[in-house]
């Protein structure tokens, strides 16, 4: 191909990195970091491979054997985590919406608390190797957040924890799929 080719790599990089995909082609999670490979081949087995891959994949470190249980528990963490930061983005929220709204947003708060309390049980659950336990409950924290969705569609106005919700719904779909492979 002769002195084209390195212009075409170059120009495919350039593309790539403008669609934000350039960290997952190199092999990279979110923020540049690598991406576990063995977190990676577990997690492609989910409905939300690059969610798992990104979210999981923090928390590799700390285990010594990554297999499909240390997968699930990472990513049982990550959705906890995600939670957490769901119910701070609630408390930012209120101080900008109409006060018709923030009523809605108080009841989204109490159904991430009461995701927080699932998740906890779908941890000690999983810690005694209870998948059955802890899929119904990781199913009743989906029931929990998803909940939130209905005041503001009742009210015909946008929900500003859409993404929180989306993003809470591909990791929940992704533990309940791992918690199946365990």
């Known amino acids: 191909m002769g002195p084209a080719h390195p212009r075409l790599v170059l120009l ?8 934000g995909l ?11 970091a690598p991406a576990n490979p063995l977190v990676a081949g577990v997690c492609s087995k989910t409905p939300f491979p690059d969610v798992c891959t990104s979210t999981a994949g923090r928390h590799a470190s ?12 990472m ?13 701070k983005h609630v408390a930012t929220s209120a101080r900008t919406i109409p006060p018709a709204q923030s009523q809605a947003l108080t009841f989204c708060d109490t159904m991430y608390m009461n995701t927080q309390d699932t998740i906890g049980a779908a941890q000690r659950a999983i810690t005694f190797k ?18 939130c969705d209905r005041p503001f569609i009742q009210a015909n ?16 779909n992704n533990c309940m799929t791992l918690a199946n492979m365990v």
């Open 12 to 19: 495919a990089a350039v593309a790539l990195l403008f669609a």
């Open 75 to 87: 990513q049982v963490e990550a959705f906890s985590k995600r939670v957490a930061q769901a119910r």
């Open 62 to 73: 700390k285990y010594k054997v990554i297999d499909n249980l240390a997968v699930l528990n």
């Open 157 to 172: 106005a946008p929900n500003p924890m859409g993404k929180f919700d989306k993003e809470l719904n591909q990791m929940a």
């Open 22 to 32: 350039l960290p997952q082609a190199l092999g990279r999670g979110k923020g540049g």
């Open 130 to 147: 209870d998948t059955g336990t802890a899929k119904i409950m990781l199913q009743l924290a989906v029931q929990d957040f998803e909940s």
